[in-house]
């Protein structure tokens, strides 16, 4: 059907004009006062602000559709309105008279994608010493920082990540200096004037931990512990030890000295804080799960994970994800048994697979990391299904962070999140060609009014025109 004149001005918004009215203050938070009292309940001192910028009720019909969750429908309808996915069908599926309709013939639409392991914004671009936050490498422990406080903004990466990758959120985490980094954010990927402006609504926080030899090697140059594997595993249970005690402080109904970083710890216990383990090697893997159980939380996910295959079902049976890469290796010993089949073998053992960048060039590509991982199974005979492996980059993240039933997959009632490829996004050859975020279009690779730029970009000949 044609647009008319007011829907293609409506539809053409640009994203930068509207920061305003995306970043409203929030509330304000409690008394700070340390002495607190058990039963009162902690506010959210740096609560989201995020608000979905205006978009207009769009179809996109004749489209191959991925829903996210394993399954594909050729020729297909998808409709959003009020920010939402209203319907995903086949080719009958109704579509309002007012609506503005996209001919997909010969293109892919999928969830928005997600990367689960990022530093987006606490190591941004330029990458030089003064933009350096990500690593609290003062002490092995500091549950006590948040990398929201890092985040900057203005990172030219989130732009590169929305129009290259299609990447609609991200979870931002700490280093892996420390055995405890500190609180990860999930965010979406939205041009905001502050971190909180872009905090995904009621996303739950993580706890970015590690093991093996980033700690070790950090602390052990300092002539402190930890020094070894063996360390790093005795300054955690310690410290979880502390945690346990803080909670039944927390819980005894007398009152108690706030500590923000058991406060952390106590999340975890209390299964409102995901763990998001830095980890390479199998055997470190299955302590960490023996460890977990010791303390009665819940490891999310272990990140990089590169011998995850060596105990698939282990993590099958204990429902953890593996995020990988699809063929990162050998850039120090823990990471040198690893195998490019290493997600074909999980996902063929029934484990979750996520599929991640850690560096921001591959968050522009995460497409074509999973396509590799794909054609790697298949050379060793397990044939993936492209929709599939499309969930290795949508609701495997979402489920693992804990907003699987807001977005990661095209379903009615969730955030319209999601990316109209050129070709099929498991090609070498595809790229995004229009994202949408909370059904506001946020990116279109055919109007350059459409084509957020960072502040920092702004004046900047030769940077602000590439995306």
Request: proline letters at 6%; hydrophobic letters at 40%; one cysteine or more.
């Amino acid at each position: 059907m044609p647009i008319s004149n007011a829907l293609r001005s409506a539809y053409l918004v640009l994203p930068l004009a509207l920061m305003a009215c995306s970043n409203a203050e929030g509330p304000k938070t409690a008394s700070s006062d340390p002495a607190t009292k058990s039963s009162e309940k902690v506010p959210a001192p740096f609560p989201s602000t995020y608000k979905a910028y205006p978009g207009v009720a769009t179809a996109i019909r004749n489209v191959t559709i991925y829903d996210g969750e394993g399954g594909k429908i050729d020729n297909g309808v998808v409709f959003m309105t009020g920010g939402k996915i209203s319907s995903v069908g086949g080719a009958d599926a109704a579509i309002p008279a007012d609506a503005m309709v996209i001919d997909g013939t010969g293109k892919f639409v999928t969830p928005g994608i997600i990367d689960i392991h990022s530093h987006l914004g606490d190591y941004p671009t330029p990458s030089v010493e003064a933009h350096s936050d990500g690593n609290e490498a003062t002490s092995p422990t500091t549950p006590e920082v948040w990398a929201e406080h890092s985040v900057w903004p203005q990172d030219p990466g989130f732009s590169r990540a929305l129009a290259n990758g299609g990447i609609t959120a991200l979870q931002v985490l700490p280093g892996s200096a420390n055995l405890m980094g500190g609180r990860s954010v999930v965010l979406k990927n939205v041009y905001a004037r502050t971190v909180q402006g872009m905090k995904f609504p009621d996303a739950p926080y993580g706890l970015k931990m590690a093991c093996g030899e980033n700690p070790k090697r950090v602390y052990g140059a300092k002539g402190r512990m930890p020094s070894t594997r063996m360390g790093n595993i005795a300054v955690n249970r310690q410290t979880w030890i502390k945690a346990q005690e803080y909670r039944k402080k927390r819980d005894s109904g007398k009152d108690f000295t706030r500590d923000i970083g058991m406060e952390t710890l106590a999340g975890v216990l209390d299964g409102d804080i995901s763990i998001q383990n830095h980890c390479y090697r199998a055997d470190e893997m299955a302590i960490v799960l023996d460890m977990a159980k010791e303390f009665g939380y819940k490891v999310s996910t272990f990140h990089h994970a590169v011998e995850s295959y060596k105990i698939a079902d282990l993590l099958r049976d204990n429902k953890v994800c593996s995020a990988v890469w699809a063929d990162w290796w050998g850039f120090k010993m823990e990471a040198y048994d690893a195998i490019p089949e290493n997600a074909a073998i999980l996902h063929n053992s029934g484990a979750c697979v996520i599929i991640h960048s850690d560096d921001e060039n591959q968050i522009q590509r995460l497409n074509q990391e999973a396509a590799k991982a794909q054609a790697d199974g298949r050379r060793m005979g397990f044939n993936i299904s492209d929709a599939e492996v499309i969930k290795w980059l949508t609701y495997n993240p979402a489920m693992a962070l804990g907003i699987s039933d807001k977005t990661g997959s095209l379903k009615p009632g969730k955030m319209a999140d999601l990316v109209l490829w050129n070709g099929n996004p498991l090609s070498v050859y595809s790229r995004p060609g229009k994202v949408w975020i909370d059904g506001a279009l946020m990116f279109d690779a055919s109007n350059p009014k459409i084509r957020p730029v960072s502040d920092f970009e702004l004046g900047q000949p030769g940077e602000g025109d590439v995306k």
